[in-house]
């Protein structure tokens, strides 16, 4: 029998994102990722308060649509994110939809709570200006106005707390819900039995629930500004395409571009093979391939390049880029979640899903948050009642005096005198505890910092895998580059072919035996042969088995002269090993062309050497500038290379690396290992932060061993898979950009994490009347809710000026 750990091991993990409305503070998230935790076959669940996305990661068994039931039933309403196989589904529209009309709705209470503040206002000029307005002043008429901004705009906030509450899962609601009733109620009581002496305050319900909703309001619209950018990129989507065919021996293509009759179908009906016509001023529906027409295409909101691109037939295009000056033919290539575009907006979102470790910190908190202010308030109330106001009598005079300020107790001075009251004091110190706690500024101050940050990236294609990344990137101290593709063009170019011919290999050309062998794999140095070869217009021979090392060379079984001769194409090291001796002259010869910065390839035929094959690779334009510029970051800039240590060492030179940075003749197995060794070995007992720059299938293990792995979006696909920052430019500098985004996002989290932290410390304390003894300050209940309104606007302001922060020049 198989027992349960090895089901889990055997289990294929699965990955579900679900739509989650009904978070109010951090509290909520911590509620829902509990709840989530707990479903079996549930392993983890991320939670982000801001985009309102679940990821979880589960069984491949668990069923989406019962983790959104429970969710629901828990109060939290949620569905699956997307349907399977579609980029835009109609749960996310409905999603849209349904968001669209709660934005307008609390527009519409915020509007009713703000005109019920200034008639409320209103009724004081009497005791501003002296200026009475006849019935304004009356205190059933503010009595009336406290019970409908309760009933009307407040109603949800008081509902949504109580349910809170009920589910034993109180949060920000539960607070406010507690205070603005407490005070209503109290008011009430006063007002119904004069003969108390207490103050009436019903001015404090109403002025609650006009700060908090203009806070909320606020807080959305900053919150819909960050998510700017991602939306964005899903309105590139263009929703339908023209369908000219599907490509065909028979028709030419000129027929397909200049199409009269074209069926015009939904983009997720498209399949790959097919043809699309594409006009001026359109999007490309799914990345293809151009197949007739030239035109300019804008791929800027893509790769944040603003100089359009030409295009030609032969040529990649993306979807969601715009064809700007002529009618094309494309044929798709890649379509739905498989697109440029796609995977792009799933990089992003999934980076916005991530959170960093430092919120953990937040996080933990927040799910005790709610009840330790309770428990606070309760405590408040306690001590103030039966000592406070004992210990420092005189604290009931300035409680009275400051609360009259802004006290609505317009009685008849006749029939009412009011007596300072250590209960009404007590339970005002206690509701000011219960409305400033602020667990909402916990919880938004990382995603919304890392959804203006991964926004900003995406703009400027940037791409950022998440928080964890971010936090990684700052404490960074050494980044390691791969030479060919990333410091240099990846382009190379043949500059010597020298040959030591055997009276018995005159037959051949040693150009075309070397190409004939590189035909049969991918490699820079490869393609630079074959390229050669082709320019001297030389065709190639027959061959077979073909075999691959990576970082020593190739061989294959080449036709010569009719007969089947073994020949192998690689280093020194690779000769060696299969039994080809090289003598001391070749050796010389090969040590002067890898003095000059060049990679040289040995030929040989049936275990003789018979020529040695040059190979330039020219160092980025861009290079010197982006290692110039990360030194002055202070980090060590280090060069890795399976290449010679004297070409290694020439790009070196051309960059200004030290020397010592320079490991060079790396075996692609061994790059992970290195990198490794890099982040224990640093002579210090704290290890080292390392982030590996790269772009081919040989750097993806060094890519996932580094601390950060930033890959450059021109190489293969499981190095871009594997990195943790990708850049979608073709531009080293764009390093430079990565890290300085990262860094200045980080920066605003920890801005963030302070400002929430700190702003509750101090907060709580003030409102619970830790100043009232000395100084006389007692925070009003209004008051309070205006500052707990004010930290989760400043939270997220904060992070809109992270533009502003990545804007300005770098110390």
């Known amino acids: 029998m198989q027992t349960t750990s090895e089901t889990a091991i055997n289990t294929i993990p699965d990955t579900i994102t679900l739509d989650v409305s009904g978070m109010k503070c951090a509290g909520c998230v911590k509620t829902v990722e509990n709840a989530l935790a707990q479903q079996p076959g549930v392993m983890s669940a991320t939670v982000n308060l801001v985009t309102e996305l679940a990821t979880v990661e589960c069984e491949s068994i668990v069923d989406p649509a019962l983790l959104a039931e429970k969710l629901t039933e828990a109060g939290f309403p949620s569905q699956p994110r997307y349907s399977e196989g579609s980029l835009e589904s109609a749960g996310l529209i409905d999603l849209a939809e349904r968001r669209r009309l709660d934005a307008q709705q609390q527009t519409r209470r915020l509007t009713i709570a703000i005109l019920l503040l200034v008639i409320s206002t209103i009724g004081h000029l009497n005791q501003l200006t002296g200026i009475t307005i006849p019935g304004l002043s009356n205190i059933w008429l503010h009595c009336g106005l406290a019970a409908i901004a309760l009933a009307g705009p407040g109603r949800s906030m008081i ?81 339908t395409a023209r369908l000219i065919g599907k490509t065909e021996p028979n028709r030419t293509v000129p027929d397909h571009l200049n199409a009269q009759s074209f069926t015009e179908i939904s983009v997720d009906r498209i399949r790959v093979g097919e043809w699309l016509q594409v006009l001026p001023s359109e999007k490309i529906p799914v990345d293809g391939e151009v197949v007739a027409g030239q035109t300019t295409i804008d791929e800027s909101m893509l790769t944040g390049e603003p100089v359009p691109v030409q295009k030609q037939p032969g040529d990649r295009v993306s979807a969601g880029t715009l064809n700007q000056s002529g009618a094309i033919a494309i044929r798709a290539n890649r379509i739905g979640k498989d697109t440029t575009l796609a995977r792009i907006i799933n990089l992003v979102e999934d980076a916005q899903a991530r959170k960093a470790p430092i919120q953990k910190l937040a996080d933990t908190i927040a799910g005790y948050f709610t009840y330790g202010v309770m428990t606070i308030a309760t405590l408040t109330f306690l001590f103030w009642y039966f000592i406070g106001t004992h210990v420092w009598s005189n604290v009931l005079m300035a409680g009275q005096a400051l609360g009259s300020e802004h006290a609505m107790h317009h009685l008849d001075p006749s029939a009412l005198t009011l007596h300072p009251s250590p209960l009404l004091l007590s339970l005002k110190l206690a509701i000011a505890v219960l409305v400033i706690a602020c667990p909402c500024a916990l919880g938004l101050a990382t995603p919304t910092a890392i959804l203006v940050g991964s926004g900003i990236g995406a703009e400027r294609g940037l791409l950022i895998r998440g928080g964890d990344v971010l936090e990684r990137v700052h404490a960074l101290d050494t980044i390691v580059f791969d030479k060919t593709g990333t410091l240099t063009t990846g382009q190379p170019i043949v500059t010597n072919c020298i040959s030591f011919r055997a009276s018995d290999h005159k037959e051949f050309n040693m150009l075309q035996l070397a190409a004939t062998v590189e035909s049969g794999t991918r490699h820079p140095l490869a ?81 003789t050497l018979i020529g040695l094959i040059a190979v330039t690779d020219r160092v980025r334009l861009d290079a010197k500038e982006t290692v110039n510029a990360l030194q002055k970051m202070g980090l060590r800039v280090m060069l890795l290379t399976g290449d010679r240590h004297e070409a290694a060492q020439t790009v070196a030179k051309t960059l200004n690396i030290p020397l010592e940075n320079v490991l060079s003749e790396v075996r692609p197995e061994q790059k992970a290992a290195v990198i490794r060794a890099l982040q224990t070995d640093q002579g210090t007992t704290q290890n080292s932060l390392v982030a590996m720059v790269g772009d081919g299938i040989n750097d993806a293990p060094a890519l996932a061993q580094a601390d950060v792995g930033i890959a450059l979006k021109s190489g293969t696909d499981v190095a871009v898979e594997t990195a943790g920052i990708i850049l979608m430019r073709d531009r080293l500098t764009d390093v430079v950009e990565a890290l300085h985004l990262s860094r200045v996002t980080f920066r605003k989290i920890r801005q963030n994490l302070f400002w929430a932290f700190a702003y509750n410390l101090l907060g709580i304390p003030i409102a619970a009347g830790i100043l009232l003894p000395k100084f006389g300050i007692l925070l009003s209940p209004a008051a309070a809710g205006a500052l707990m309104a004010f930290s989760s606007v400043s939270v997220v302001t904060n992070s809109l000026l992270l533009r502003r922060s990545f804007s300005a020049p770098r110390a």
């Open 527 to 607: 393609e630079a042969i074959i390229r050669a070869a082709n320019q001297q217009e030389i065709s190639l021979l027959s061959a077979q088995d073909f075999y691959t090392e990576p970082g020593l060379g190739v061989s294959a079984t080449v036709l010569l002269n009719s007969e089947p001769q073994s020949v192998w194409l690689g280093t020194l090291t690779w000769m060696e090993k299969h039994g080809v001796t090289v003598e001391d002259a070749p050796q010389s010869q090969a040590q002067t062309l890898a003095e000059a910065g060049k990679t040289v390839v040995y030929v040989a035929v049936s275990k």
């Open 159 to 239: 509902i949504d707390g109580w349910q809170g509450l009920r589910r034993n899962a109180p949060n920000m609601d539960t607070l406010v819900g507690l205070g603005t009733v407490t005070a209503f109620t109290a008011s009430l009581i006063a007002l119904l039995f004069p003969q108390l002496g207490w103050e009436c305050f019903f001015d404090e319900p109403v002025m609650l629930v006009g700060f908090i909703l203009l806070g909320r309001t606020l807080e959305q619209r900053a919150r819909s500004r960050a998510a700017s950018s991602l939306q964005a990129l899903l309105a590139l989507q263009p929703q």
